[in-house]
């Protein structure tokens, strides 16, 4: 019986430039924010929020990204390398050596979101959970994108399967076909965006401030805990525990968001922004009319 497999050997480099590499994974990962982007001006543009916090709130967005999600890859996966030697301390600012973790770039976002929104918040009408309601959309889909990248690189993929959607990874010397878990990954979070997005266009005026995020935590950390099941592990240490660390890191996430959405229905606060009003217009002062007197 022939097994129904998908021959993967695609080069994740697309083309160099001035002797660079642009990569699939590095494309998709900018892509992500760029959407993310528009979407966010189409909120404030919706709900009367300045389009000034844009930029900002971009440039805060990568910082957080890139610097969480290689912090955590270096703490949760691979501590004793990179805290271990010297050398392996200075690959920690290297993230092009390869190495991030989705879970260290989603603590750095909660964090920079709460700098965010105490900074720029009350001048505009928003506060911290207003943020990540509309956040958590765009960086549904920024994962998915990402999921994509992982599998141009070929990384991040899961058991033997013999199911006929299995992928051998002939670039890493597989031959076997295995679960392809980024597109798992890739699709559930593509599912959960469309939903919030839908709910965001549809019911906005029926939602309550904390909905999204919440819901977002649950569906996106949820699935990533089930898909875990069938992924390999990622290193050494995963092999003697009964769930892998992601998993692991996935827990708290999920707990937080069915608090978030309990504390949504209990405060009911409505999920638009209030932005404040524009000052009102002094009257111009009435100057006096000279009359000249004829004698």
């Not at 993230?95 to 603590?107: D, F």
């Not at 909905?211 to 699935?223: D, H, I, K, N, W």
């Not at 504390?263 to 932005?275: E, F, G, I, Q, V």
Request: hydrophobic residues 45%; contains cysteine; glycine residues 10%.
């Amino acid at each position: 019986m022939i097994q129904l497999a998908i021959h993967w050997n695609v080069d994740p480099v697309i083309f160099h430039l001035l002797g660079l590499q642009v990569r699939w994974y590095g494309l998709l990962f900018i892509s992500g924010f760029i959407l993310g982007w528009y979407i966010f001006r189409w909120y404030c543009r919706r709900e009367g929020v300045k389009e000034e916090i844009l930029d900002p709130l971009l440039y805060t967005l990568l910082i957080c990204t890139i610097v969480g999600a290689r912090l955590g890859h270096c703490i949760f996966y691979q501590p004793d390398y990179y805290f271990g030697s010297w050398h392996g301390f200075w690959e920690i600012f290297m993230p092009w050596k390869g190495g991030l973790a989705s879970h260290g770039g989603a603590i750095a976002l909660l964090l920079g979101m709460w700098w965010f929104s105490n900074k720029y918040g009350k001048a505009h009408g928003f506060d911290f959970l207003w943020i990540m309601d509309r956040l958590c959309i765009t960086v549904a889909f920024a994962g998915c994108f990402i999921r994509l990248g992982n599998l141009f690189n070929s990384e991040i993929y899961g058991n033997v399967t013999s199911l006929p959607w299995g992928i051998i990874f002939e670039r890493n010397g597989e031959t076997e076909p295995k679960h392809p878990t980024q597109l798992y990954e890739a699709l559930s979070y593509l599912i959960l965006g469309l939903y919030l997005i839908w709910h965001y266009w549809k019911k906005l005026d029926r939602s309550y401030r904390g909905f999204f995020f919440g819901a977002f935590l649950v569906g996106c950390f949820g699935m990533r805990f089930i898909i875990e099941f069938i992924k390999e592990p990622q290193v050494e240490f995963e092999n003697n525990m009964a769930l892998d660390m992601g998993q692991w890191l996935s827990i708290p996430f999920v707990l937080a968001g069915i608090a978030i959405l309990v504390y949504a229905y209990m405060k009911k606060m409505p999920a638009a922004a209030t932005p404040p009003a524009p000052p009102a217009k002094k009257p111009k002062d009435s100057k006096p009319v000279a009359h000249s007197i004829s004698e």
